[in-house]
């Protein structure tokens, strides 16, 4: 028979339990970053052969700035810790650095009518859909699909359920 770990106070549990969670929360985390990443590429860059929109957003696949950027940030204060998965837009270019035939092309991330930065913009007019009318498409959803696919299938609180038990803490 194995012998529990005795704690004294609440303080003593969460100095426990916090590197844990943390270190639980950033695996966790790499993993919704992923699964962002997969379906940007299946529901916007599209895949071909897959998915109509391929040709149309077939200028964000030559830098993939837009996949790259998709980042994870984990803190921890107190007794909660927060990942937070975002668009990191800062690391996306905004210079003509794709060169085709020995020409600099137009930034996938500039506005093609007046030349206006675009990188903040994209994530949303991606989520939510551009209404332009040289280059409009509808919303993708992607991120609201993959919020309701993990609420509903409660992949946080299975996560770490299992990670617990995994380290002998029974969860009930």
């Known amino acids: 028979m194995s012998v ?18 943390i270190e639980e929360m950033k695996k966790l985390g790499e993993e919704v970053r992923k699964a962002l990443q997969s379906e940007l590429k ?22 993939w700035e837009l996949l790259e950027c998709i980042s994870l940030d984990v803190k921890s204060s107190g007794n909660e810790v927060t990942a937070r998965i975002f668009y990191d837009t800062d690391k996306m270019n905004t210079s003509p650095s794709y060169i085709k035939n020995g020409v600099p092309q137009w930034s996938s991330h500039e506005s093609i009518i007046d030349g206006r930065d675009f990188r903040e913009a994209l994530p949303e007019v991606i989520e939510y859909g551009n209404p332009s009318r040289i280059y409009g498409w509808g919303a993708f959803n992607i991120v609201g699909d993959l919020t309701e696919r993990f609420s509903d299938d409660q992949i946080v609180l299975q996560w770490f359920r299992s990670a617990l038990e995994k380290r002998g803490i029974n969860c009930i």
């Not at 529990?4 to 969670?21: T, V, W």
């Not at 299946?42 to 830098?63: C, I, L, V």
């Open 4 to 21: 529990g770990k005795e704690f004294r106070s609440i303080a003593e549990i969460n100095r426990y339990l916090m590197p844990i969670l």
């Open 42 to 63: 299946a529901k916007f860059y599209g895949r071909p052969g897959y998915h109509p929109n391929q040709q149309e957003t077939d200028w964000y696949s030559r830098t």
